[in-house]
């Protein structure tokens, strides 16, 4: 298994282009995410997705979009960058297992390698 | 919706020594504490977890203890090695982990000093 994959690694944009960042898993995971880390903000969710067809906005969702029309991927677009979206984003996914007795659900997030996006 | 604190934000320890990274946090529903391990230049890698049933769990040199009452839990590493050097994030989850995601705290650097 290839695990999380994400495209591409860099990219640089002006002001007010827009773009769209690729994540793939081949877990078959139900679950994906994405987040973006700042220098001493840690990570914060963007956008997730409980499964194929199926998204919901995290803490941060201003200025991004996404959609699921695959369980294998998940995309995100920048409509019209700003520099403040300046950043490291990254893509999880992850399964869920319910555990002996269905008490709760255990889920584990996989990360991919991060896309680096310079906005100027 | 969930806060999580870590601290120190940075940590220098002799190889050989202890490291212990500390985290609070405040919707007393959460119920999943992942610890991830992130190196330079690569995403977030899984070291440990644990859930809210539990108190403690120990995987080799990497030890994770809870504490509900306090809504804080710990990361220890024992016999800290050169390889250990890296930034090291705690997160907590009301949904038991990853169906609406993670919050994070902000990361302790770690440095291991020769």
């Known amino acids: 298994n290839a695990g999380v994959t994400q495209t591409p690694k860099f990219q640089v944009l002006k002001t007010g282009q827009s773009m769209t960042l690729q994540c793939a898993q081949d877990m078959n995971h139900e679950y994906m995410s994405w987040y973006r880390q700042d220098p001493g903000m840690g990570l914060r969710l963007i956008h997730y997705s409980v499964g194929a067809g199926i998204t919901d906005q995290g803490e941060v969702p201003n200025g991004y979009n996404v959609s699921r029309s695959t369980t294998e991927d998940f995309p995100l677009r920048l409509l019209s960058a700003a520099p403040s979206q300046t950043s490291v984003y990254f893509c999880?996914?992850?399964?869920?297992?319910?555990?002996?007795?269905?008490?709760?659900?255990?889920?584990?997030?996989?990360f991919g390698p991060g896309t680096r996006l310079l906005v100027l | 919706g969930e806060n999580v604190e870590q601290h120190p934000s940075t940590l220098s320890v002799q190889e050989g020594d202890s490291a212990v990274i500390k985290c609070t946090y405040s919707d007393s529903a959460s119920n999943y504490f992942p610890w991830y391990k992130q190196e330079l230049g690569k995403g977030p890698q899984l070291i440990i977890d644990i859930r809210s049933n539990v108190g403690e769990k120990k995987d080799q040199r990497i030890a994770v203890t809870l504490n509900k009452t306090a809504k804080h839990f710990s990361l220890h590493i024992t016999e800290t090695q050169p390889e250990d050097s890296a930034v090291y994030f705690c997160?907590?989850?009301?949904?038991?982990?990853?169906?609406?995601?993670?919050?994070f705290g902000k990361g302790t650097h770690l440095i291991i000093q020769p």
């Open positions: 999880a996914s992850s399964y869920s297992l319910t555990a002996s007795g269905g008490a709760f659900n255990q889920e584990t997030q996989y």
């Open positions: 997160a907590a989850s009301t949904s038991g982990g990853g169906a609406d995601g993670l919050t």
